[in-house]
């Protein structure tokens, strides 16, 4: 069973800064792509970033620019830098991967914006 580990969430203050990770129990190799989603108090769930195995990255159009998607092959962990982050970034960030057939989830990290 694959699993996913985020960490690096916590209380920021308006154009402050965090890194997020997600250390996968498995390579990271065997994922056509793994990404980072968010879900703020009562809004969908919303896709902010992805990395796809050949390196392409997309980004959600609010935070291109603030927020940069990378991956470390050999600690099989994907990071999440956010920098300039904003109020409305607040929400419990999730990590997935994604297999041929199969999608993973991470258990989440809240992120919080606020003065």
């Known amino acids: 069973q694959v699993q996913l580990v985020e960490s690096g969430g916590g209380l920021v203050q308006p154009g402050g800064a965090l890194r997020l990770s997600c250390a996968a129990s498995t390579s990271i190799f065997s994922f056509y792509s793994m990404g980072w989603h968010r879900q703020a108090p009562g809004k969908q769930r919303e896709l902010v970033a992805r990395?796809?195995?050949?390196?392409?990255?997309n980004y959600l159009d609010s935070v291109k620019g603030r927020f940069t998607i990378s991956r470390d092959n050999a600690k099989n962990t994907v990071y999440l830098q956010m920098n300039s982050l904003k109020p409305e970034d607040t929400a419990v960030y999730y990590c997935n991967a994604l297999e041929t057939l199969r999608t993973y989830w991470g258990q989440g990290t809240q992120v919080t914006v606020s003065s």
């Open positions: 990395i796809f195995s050949g390196g392409t990255t």
